[in-house]
C-alpha cells in the first residue's frame, strides 16, 4: 500500500553545519510532497513543497531534491540554527487535486550548539 | 493574526464523557481537516471537510463527528470516550489548487486529550 518512511528517526548536527533529512515513498503515481517541521508543543507548520514535476525546489536555506527514479525525497537544510530543532515530517499527495497527506513517521534534528 | 486557531489547547476528561473540540479558520480556505498525532508522533488524517461537506472519512470510529457549520469552521465532538482517545488532535485548512490555492494544508496549534 502506499507508505511514505524516513531512513533514520533522529539526527543531531553540529550548529552551522548542514542538515539532510530523508523519506522514502512507495506510491510512485505520488504527486506532491511536502515538507512540515513540527517544534514542540506546536502543530506542523510548512517548510517547502515540490511537484512530481521538478526534481529540486530551493527556498530560504532549504532545499527539497526530489528523485522519482527511486522514490526519494530530502530536505537540506543550510547553516543549521538551534531554532531549526524540531521534527521533520515527509508528507505526500497521492492523487493531484485528492488532498489526502500522507505523513511519514518523522525525524528528529537536534542542533548541537 | 492567528490562522487556524483550536479551542481548547488542553482537555483533561474521564473515560465515557462526551467532549467537543472547536476549530476555526480566517484563511478563506475552503477545505478543513481533523488529524490525530499520538504519543509516537505519528500524523494520521481522520476527516476533511470541503464546503461544509464530508470529503475523506477515515474509517474512524462513529464515536467521532465532526460537524461544520460553516466552510470557515470545524469542530470535533467524541462520544463516550475512551482510553485510546488520548492523543494531540491537530486541525488544518487549505485552499484546493482547483479552485486557485495550492492544497498547502495549515496546521492549528493542537488540541492535546488526555483520557483518564
Known amino acids: 500500500g502506499e507508505s511514505v518512511g524516513l531512513h533514520l528517526p533522529t539526527l543531531s548536527v553540529q550548529e552551522g553545519d548542514n542538515s539532510i533529512i530523508n523519506c522514502a515513498y512507495s506510491?510512485?503515481?505520488?504527486?506532491?510532497f511536502i515538507w512540515y517541521k513540527q517544534e514542540s508543543g506546536k502543530g506542523p507548520q510548512f517548510i517547502i513543497d515540490i511537484r512530481s514535476n521538478m526534481d529540486k525546489r530551493q527556498g530560504q536555506r532549504v532545499t527539497v531534491l526530489l528523485n522519482k527514479t527511486v522514490k526519494h525525497l530530502s530536505l537540506q537544510i543550510a547553516a543549521t540554527q538551534p531554532g531549526d530543532s524540531a521534527v521533520y515530517f515527509c508528507?505526500?499527495?497521492?492523487?493531484?487535486?485528492?488532498?489526502?497527506?500522507?505523513f511519514g513517521t518523522g525525524t528528529r534534528l537536534t542542533i548541537i550548539p | 493574526d492567528t490562522a487556524v486557531s483550536q479551542t481548547p489547547k488542553y482537555l483533561v476528561t474521564q473515560m465515557g464523557n462526551d467532549k467537543s473540540i472547536k476549530c476555526e479558520q480566517n484563511?478563506?480556505?475552503?477545505?478543513m481537516y481533523w488529524y490525530k498525532q499520538d504519543s509516537k508522533k505519528f500524523l494520521k488524517i481522520m476527516f476533511s471537510y470541503n464546503n461544509k461537506e464530508l470529503i475523506i472519512n477515515e474509517t474512524v470510529p462513529n464515536r467521532f463527528s465532526p460537524k461544520s457549520p460553516d466552510k470557515a469552521h470545524l469542530n470535533l465532538h467524541i462520544n463516550s470516550l475512551e482510553l485510546g482517545d488520548s492523543a494531540v488532535y491537530f486541525c488544518?485548512?487549505?485552499?484546493?489548487?482547483?479552485?486557485?490555492?495550492?492544497?498547502?494544508?495549515?496546521f492549528g496549534p493542537g488540541t492535546r486529550l488526555t483520557v483518564l
Open positions: 506510491n510512485s503515481a505520488s504527486d506532491y
Open positions: 508528507a505526500e499527495i497521492a492523487n493531484f487535486g485528492n488532498e489526502k497527506l500522507t
Open positions: 488544518a485548512s487549505s485552499q484546493d489548487m482547483r479552485q486557485g490555492g495550492t492544497d498547502t494544508q495549515y
Open positions: 484563511l478563506g480556505h475552503d477545505t
